[in-house]
């Protein structure tokens, strides 16, 4: 009880602190910007248009995590942005470290493996930062709707048409049946952390 106040506390700070806010807004439109740029930049071009919504999982849900900050600065509300920016953060926060982790042979025995040590940190705090959402959002369930159509289709996307990450080419079988799991236990989980907010 004490270890939830406590982060509860954490958390309402943090929501009060314009200095943090700027922080995270900046620190998110970063990784945005260099998911978009440096990460999958090459892959853009090489992918129709019409696919790039579901190329970028990550750099997408940081960027979309930076506009739900600055309405949060602007004390605006939007409780579907700020779902389905959760939705989006915890899945693919924690989606990239595991994936991250459990390939770690394939990930960290090359010239990248610092670029991904750095991939493995920063998708970690996309995870964690999400749960500042959590008060922010005024659940209904029709809030459910985008989240789910948007992560099926993306799990399609990836792995019938081809806009999956860099992954080990022999587990695309494994990491579809992933996918589509943690994407429904993610907004389970959402649904749960705020139906009761």
Request: glycine share 4%; proline share 4%.
């Amino acid at each position: 009880m004490n270890f939830f106040f406590s982060l509860n506390s954490f958390i309402e700070r943090i929501l009060l602190s314009k200095k943090a806010l700027y922080f995270l807004f900046i620190a998110n439109l970063i990784g945005a910007l260099y998911g978009f740029i440096f990460y999958y930049g090459t892959k853009f071009a090489l992918t129709p248009l019409h696919l790039w919504l579901f190329l970028p999982d990550c750099p997408l849900f940081s960027l979309f995590f930076a506009l739900s900050i600055l309405l949060i600065i602007l004390k605006k509300e939007n409780s579907q942005l700020f779902f389905f920016t959760l939705v989006g953060a915890l899945e693919f926060g924690l989606w990239t470290v595991f994936v991250l982790l459990f390939y770690n042979n394939y990930y960290f025995n090359s010239e990248n493996s610092f670029m991904y040590l750095v991939l493995l940190i920063a998708h970690l705090f996309l995870f964690l930062e999400a749960f500042l959402l959590i008060k922010k959002i005024k659940f209904n369930l029709t809030l459910l709707i985008l989240p789910f159509v948007f992560l099926v289709l993306n799990v399609f996307s990836d792995y019938f048409l081809g806009t999956h990450p860099p992954l080990p080419l022999n587990q695309l079988n494994f990491m579809l049946y992933f996918t589509l799991i943690s994407s429904v236990i993610f907004i389970l989980i959402s649904f749960i952390l705020t139906k009761n907010n």
